[in-house]
């Protein structure tokens, strides 16, 4: 079956850090891969996908992700933190027919 | 593109009363999903609809869950006899086609007293 795993379910760093937030999936088939930030009692908000082609992925508020097919990684990184970067961060991967089956999440703090 | 729109935003009710969620997703989307979310989790897929037709049904939607999308454009999620746990946050979203990104409304979060 296939499954999303984000290693650490809770990630602080300081303002101006780097951000590293790590996904790894499990799929039969190349899978799309996505990542989704959401706020406090709203709903999901699309950062980043991966489809085929280019690697190294970027997306909204200088968020970037690379895919990793030898290592079954889709690892999120941003190279300094701001304060409005806290939030929960949610991995993804494509399932059987289109629905996303998604992580656990990483809720990332930012110290000032 | 007004995003996807979910109603209403929260919902107290009593253990065993039905409740009804209503999602209106973006007017051009043809698919259609409702993922659950409960604390500490990540979104957990329940069903998903192209155009009025229901396509796949998760395990987690036990027979007390009926979902519709009568006309392929709005749909609701009804839960019956509801019990405490379900007490978690709707999510709906809709997308263009199977290789699109999800687009999530802002969820309906149940509490069952």
């Known amino acids: ?112 | 593109d007004t995003g996807v729109s979910q109603n209403p935003r929260h919902k107290i009710t009593k253990r065993g009363q039905n409740v009804t969620f209503r999602c209106d997703p973006i007017s051009e989307h043809n698919r259609l999903y409702w993922y659950r979310q409960t604390l500490g989790q990540g979104p957990e897929f329940l069903t998903y609809f192209q155009n009025e037709a229901q396509l796949e049904k998760s395990r987690l939607l036990s027979d007390r869950f009926s979902a519709e999308r009568p006309k392929g454009s709005f749909s609701t999620l009804e839960i019956q006899r509801t019990e405490q746990g379900d007490s978690a946050m709707y999510l709906c979203a809709s997308s263009l086609d199977s290789g699109s990104p999800l687009h999530f409304g802002n969820g309906t979060r149940l509490t069952v007293t």
């Not at chain 1, 891969?33 to 085929?52: D, E, H, I």
Request: charged share 15%.
């Open chain 1, 1 to 112: 079956a296939q499954s999303v795993t984000q290693l650490g379910s809770h990630v602080s760093v300081s303002e101006g850090a780097l951000v590293l937030l790590r996904c790894n999936y499990s799929s039969s088939v190349p899978p799309y891969l996505f990542w989704y930030v959401q706020y406090p009692n709203q709903g999901l908000q699309l950062l980043l996908k991966y489809t085929t082609g280019a690697t190294l992925v970027k997306g909204i508020n200088g968020f970037e992700a690379e895919f990793k097919k030898s290592e079954t990684s889709f690892h999120l990184t941003k190279p300094s933190a701001h304060m409005s970067d806290a939030a929960e961060y949610f991995c993804a991967s494509t399932g059987g027919q289109g629905n996303l089956i998604f992580g656990k999440g990483t809720k990332l703090s930012v110290k000032p």
